[in-house]
């Protein structure tokens, strides 16, 4: 997994690479932490090339978006999210908790 | 069918992941069932990991993965803590942000990807989980 950041004025944008499993969700959860405790609290998510995520991933977005929500200070959105990432995501019940958008000028536009 | 024994630590994840594609592959699985089947095992192995072998140092998973026919079957075997996966409660996938659980996820889904879970535990002999799904 390879995380990339890039700060806008309304939001950050982080690009996700790879796979993100039990072994690569804790760097994962560390980097959308990190923005939290910068007082970032937009945050757009671009998964064009995420290959793969687990349950352990899912649970990363979930805590995020519940830190980024709180006192209505931002939001966690998804962007490009892959077929069978998506499939799964809907299986767990979590498209319903994340705004998706088809590109990142739209996403981060939405901030 | 050869047994293969992993390390029970999450870098193993991958060689686990790409066990179970290659088998499925071979045995005719579409693109998407193929995810499915890596994601119901990856999960299955990370509770092992987490959950049975939480705080033991060098444990095993015992693993085997073969066609049967057009069903797929995947064990893992562990001689850690006793782990039910029907005893865990269904996690609730249309609560709210604040009230959504963060555990029980990993089983749920193994229970949806799959089409047959279950799960022995003997006292000398350890854990064994069976997953089943057959080819559509």
Redesign the interface.
Known sequence: MEITTQEFKHCDLFKVKGRVDSATAPDFSSALEKANNDGHYKIVIDMSELEYMSSAGFRALLASQRNCKHLGRGELVLVSVPKRIQEALELAGFTELFKTFDNTVAAVGSF | MPKITFPAN??V??EI?DLVAQTAYEGGFTE?AI?SL??AA??AA?NI??HAYEGVTNAAIEMTCEMRGDVIFITMHDTGRSFDPSKVKQPD??AD??N?Q?GG??I??MR??MDEVSYESNSITGNKLTMTKRRG
């Open positions: 999450f870098e994840l991958d992941r998407k995810y890596q994601l990856d999960e990370s990991i987490e996938i249309h942000l604040s959504r963060i996820l990993g749920y889904l949806k990807l």
